[in-house]
């Protein structure tokens, strides 16, 4: 009994340290990707589209170096975040120009829908892992859609497109945030909070469509 309660003890205090890392992570990748916007808001479009290149490819290293160097993990992570904020500023200051209630009325229900997602997803003990599948095969259908939609008028599409975007990325959260409490590794909190953040950009992402108006236009 003794050996019972000093192993649930310590599991409860990996999976909170675990926690407060990864969003820790979460919250230090924002405010990179914030200060990224901000610097490349001048930026020709050829250095934004190297910026996106390079975050991904920041994000496909990061695979590499968890097991070998948790420093470089987390430094690629910060880079990450700032080369997204680049890649993302041109988005940004068009809302910020033309639709600044956008953007806060965006931030608000990401808010809002991360936090009750990610709560339901980590308190829940119901396996995931078919959601993980549907939502990764959904997402594959939703960019194929964007695709056609790119050459053919399809009538709300921009509303069709955020609409089942923010269903797909209900189920990543609900997923990440199961991972983020069965998880005991404390080196994946890099690789967890990558997956956190892009959840939360995504979200943001498709609401600021919805409230931006674009889809009334089509």
Known sequence: ???????QRSYGISTNTLF?????FVAATAALFA????????LSNGAVFIGFIAAFVCLIAMRFTAARS???????????????????SPTL?????????????AGAATALFIGALGSAGYATERDLSS????????LVALLIFGVFAIFVNIPHAS??????????FAG???????????????????????????????????????????????
């Open 93 to 105: 200051v068009y809302y910020a120009t033309a639709n600044p209630k956008a953007l806060w009325q």
């Open 1 to 7: 009994m003794y050996d019972t309660t000093m192993s």
């Open 159 to 168: 509303v069709i497109y955020s609409v089942a975007g923010l269903v797909i």
């Open 131 to 138: 959601v993980a599948r549907v939502s990764f095969w959904g």
């Open 172 to 218: 990543f959260t609900l997923v990440d945030f199961q991972r983020l409490r069965r998880t005991q590794n404390i080196a994946s909190a890099p690789l967890l909070a990558a997956s956190i953040f892009l959840d939360i950009l995504n979200v943001f992402l498709f609401f600021l469509t919805l409230f931006g108006g674009n889809g009334r236009r089509n």
């Open 20 to 24: 407060a890392r990864t969003m820790a």
């Open 35 to 42: 200060l990224g916007a901000y610097a490349g808001r001048n």
């Open 70 to 88: 948790p420093q470089a993990t987390v430094a690629l992570l910060g880079a990450f975040g700032l080369l997204m904020g680049i890649a993302m």
